[in-house]
């Protein structure tokens, strides 16, 4: 099975099994990550923001304008941030390793 990492804020990281076909933000939930994703998935907010190794991000299938549209409204966001709803794992994605953000901005709550 395919494997992937999460890094928490402290640089801690946590190695999982990844399911193909299922969503970063799914494995995050799986395994008590700390990935929020208030929305569950349904690209209505940012607070799945997480940060791709750069050697990851390219691996990537592009944004769709709606996710660079939520991603404008994360926390810290980088040159490699994605939402974790929108990654889905592959056999390509083997090893992919994502940073989780310092904060969240959830915009239900936030206002």
Known sequence: MPKMTFVDIEGKEKEVEAPLGLSVLEIAHMYDIDLEGA?????????????VEPQWFELLTEATEDEEDMLDLAFGLTATSRLGCQIIMTPELDGLKVKLPAATRNMMVDQ
């Open 39 to 51: 929305c569950e998935g349904s690209l209505a907010c940012s607070t799945c923001h997480v940060i």
